[in-house]
């Protein structure tokens, strides 16, 4: 999964990062949000000339202020590498790729059977693509007043597309 979607991200235009283990990877610190995501993690990234197959990668993330090819590339990224990964925007310019269990969806589910509550009862709030799956499993769904429209819709992204 990982060269795959690193390769999907890169060529399609988005610059990559990857969380491995206890490591954030960029190709370049100048890069678009590096110095957001550096305060909001509170930790610096580790600057590699090129991502190395690793076994222990959590998260592979496509940058762009380009919001509709992240869009668009996390189409693609659901559409080439299928049931492998879960594939959603966290914010409109991150487009996060993880193993297919890694969402907010499978938090419903976990908490669910861990306190033994049904998924039914939950009340989930959520402004991003990514939240989509975390409203398909509980029982209240509530997207926030300023959430992206495919958010609000309980849609994925593809919907955002075809609509214009």
């Not at 190709?27 to 909001?40: F, G, N």
């Not at 940058?63 to 189409?75: G, I, K, M, N």
Request: charged share 25%.
């Amino acid at each position: 999964m990982s060269a795959s979607a690193i390769e999907l991200l890169a060529g399609s235009g988005l610059d990559v990062w990857v969380y491995s283990g206890a490591d954030w990877l960029v190709r370049d610190r100048k890069a678009p949000h590096v110095d957001r995501e550096a305060a909001t993690v509170r930790f610096q990234p580790t600057v590699v000339d090129s991502f190395e197959q690793r076994a222990d990668v959590a998260k592979i993330v496509g940058v762009s202020d380009d919001h509709d090819l992240v869009c668009r590339t996390a189409l693609e990224a659901r559409k080439k590498l299928g049931d492998h990964v879960s594939a959603a925007a966290s914010q409109p310019y991150y487009l996060d790729i993880t193993h297919p269990r890694a969402n907010k969806g499978e938090v419903v589910v976990y908490l669910s059977a861990k306190l033994g509550i049904p998924a039914s009862k939950f009340a989930t709030l959520g402004d991003m693509p990514n939240d989509v799956l975390m409203f398909a499993r509980s029982g209240l769904s509530i997207a926030m007043g300023n959430a992206e429209r495919e958010c609000q819709a309980g849609r994925p992204a593809r919907d955002r597309l075809k609509r214009g």
